[in-house]
């Protein structure tokens, strides 16, 4: 497994930004798939997980309702479309995977990790 995070940037409050995370492997062996955040002077954070199928999601009470998580299998991929963002998003984003059978917002439940992309929200 090899993720790689893209589509990070600098946008302003209000708008919208979409991640993208592809894997160089088997995507679709990855049960679960998912994104945390870190901002500058605080700890790593949950933001949102998707099972392997697509029809469950999960996301942090922060984000629900203005981001969306997806992934497309055949393209070894997972999203995250971020809308009205806010100054409190900037962060730098990582795409997580798991291949265990099991939904968590715990990141070291997570064995496999991209490298990060920055998002920069002004405000």
């Known amino acids: 497994v090899q993720l790689q995070a893209f589509g990070g940037g600098l946008v302003q409050a209000g708008g919208s930004l979409r991640l993208s995370c592809a894997d160089s492997?088997?995507?679709?062996?990855?049960?679960?798939m998912g994104w945390f955040r870190q901002a500058p002077g605080n700890e790593r954070e949950f933001v949102a997980t998707?099972?392997?199928?697509?029809?469950?999601?999960y996301y942090a009470d922060s984000v629900k309702g203005r981001f969306t998580i997806s992934r497309n299998n055949a393209k070894n991929t997972v999203y995250l479309q971020m809308n009205s963002l806010k100054f409190e998003d900037t962060a730098v984003y990582y795409c997580?995977?798991?291949?265990?059978?099991?939904?968590?917002?715990?990141?070291?439940?997570?064995?496999?990790w991209g490298q990060g992309t920055l998002v920069t929200v002004s405000s």
């Open positions: 492997g088997r995507t679709s062996s990855l049960y679960v």
């Open positions: 998707i099972i392997r199928n697509g029809g469950s999601s």
């Open positions: 997580v995977a798991s291949r265990a059978a099991k939904v968590t917002m715990n990141q070291n439940e997570y064995p496999y």
